[in-house]
């Protein structure tokens, strides 16, 4: 476990001794995490494989996950290896039976309410609670009443602490290094004959080599998208094709680099030459939004607020059709994804249009502009931090859309 004085350094027990704190509010006896988000927030390690975090009223949690990976979970992990277990399919050591069994230990009676997290997201691998394991608990401990709670967690995690912000720093550190190698390698007629893939890899080995821990994106780990794909319109995520590059195309390159489970999300756009004036056009359009829209993000404001402003200065200047009307999504320790804020919006689990930042979030500024008619479009991502009057962009690689020939 690191220690108060790194500057990655988070106080996991005092996470810990909040989320008791609400559930005592809540009257919720035993907590049961299951989503990725919950576990790297409370575990301070990846776990990849089917996992949960069993907290008790008092005390330290214990973590469950598949016995195959316990040991480095453990070894990861600020808990001890005896609060990292395994489960395996043998009688009585299964998931469902070996957390029944160790849920029934801390209620007095096997009675009590034990808090669950179920919903639904548009990220796959959330890890909400399933309709089987939801019935196969409720079976298994008829005294309990089970309740959903993700708000408890959801809510602790929104202002980010000083080590988190910090890992995202130098997660972003990273992704700037794997951007200049990329840029290093297309100039001077190096992007001939290079595809997408292989633009992915050397980012990838780039940012490994400053420390990296993973290419986290489960949209396809580094995304590239050159010619008419950087325009798809529905096309937000670009896992790197074979496709080769052209001359007199644009180019996207979307990277991402994970440290201490902070996460690095930077987009940098290219165009091959020669281009046109058109081109620029376009592209001096999106550089300009996307610095408005640096300039505005603060505490105070909202989603709403922001999209209706920046669509208005599209509007001002002829090229609203080619925004897509969205300018953010929310970010956290490995596995928070996509929503911001609580679940309190007008449609369940998706970001409430309305939600007030406050100093001290974190999510991503993320922009997509797309001309499927005339294939060109640029992607902008960076994790920002929100102040009261201003936000610091991490990634620190320069805005602009770059001419290579």
Avoid at 197 to 219: C, V
Avoid at 260 to 288: C, E, M
Avoid at 388 to 397: I, V
Wanted: proline content about 5%.
């Amino acid at each position: 476990m690191t220690t108060s004085n790194d500057p990655y350094y988070i106080d996991f027990p005092a996470r810990i001794r909040n989320i008791q704190a609400r559930m005592a509010q809540e009257n919720i006896d035993v907590y049961l995490g299951s989503r990725l988000r919950t576990l790297s927030w409370t575990l301070d390690a990846f776990c990849p494989w089917r996992s949960f975090v069993v907290i008790p009223a008092e005390g330290l949690p214990t973590a469950f996950t598949f016995v195959i990976d316990a040991a480095r979970v453990a070894d990861d992990s600020w808990l001890d290896e005896d609060h990292v277990l395994g489960f395996v399919p043998m009688g009585g050591q299964d998931q469902i039976e070996l957390i029944v069994d160790f849920i029934k230990d801390l209620l007095p009676g096997g009675k009590g309410r034990v808090g669950i997290e179920s919903g639904m997201s548009n990220y796959l691998p959330e890890g909400n609670l399933t309709h089987y394991e939801y019935e196969r608990y409720s079976e298994a401990l008829p005294g309990c009443e089970l309740v959903n709670a993700h708000t408890i967690v959801d809510a602790l995690a929104t202002i980010k602490d000083e080590g988190t912000v910090n890992r995202f720093r130098e997660a972003s550190r990273i992704v700037d290094i794997g951007h200049q190698a990329v840029r290093d390698a297309l100039q001077n007629g190096g992007w001939k004959g290079m595809t997408e893939t292989e633009i992915a890899g050397l980012a990838a080995y780039a940012m490994r080599k400053a420390g990296s821990e993973w290419e986290w994106s489960f949209t396809g780990g580094n995304e590239i998208a050159s010619g008419y794909r950087t325009g798809l319109v529905g096309g937000a995520c670009t896992p790197a094709s074979r496709r080769e590059l052209q001359a007199g195309e644009p180019l996207m390159i979307d990277i991402h680099a994970m440290f201490k489970l902070g996460l690095g999300d930077h987009s940098h756009n290219y165009l091959i030459g020669p281009v046109t004036d058109r081109q620029w056009w376009h592209a001096n359009n999106f550089v300009d939004i996307v610095k408005l829209t640096l300039e505005n993000y603060r505490a105070g404001t909202s989603p709403a607020d922001l999209a209706e402003k920046m669509i208005g200065f599209a509007d001002e200047r002829g090229f609203s059709d080619y925004m897509v009307p969205g300018f953010e999504h929310g970010i956290g320790m490995m596995g928070d994804e996509w929503r911001i804020g609580l679940n309190d919006g007008p449609f369940p689990y998706w970001t409430n249009p309305e939600h007030v930042y406050q100093a001290g979030e974190l999510l991503i500024c993320a922009m997509q502009y797309a001309c499927p008619e005339e294939d060109i479009g640029f992607r902008y991502e960076n994790p920002i931090v929100l102040y009261e009057d201003r936000c610091e962009p991490l990634s620190l690689f320069p805005l602009s859309i770059d001419e290579i020939n």
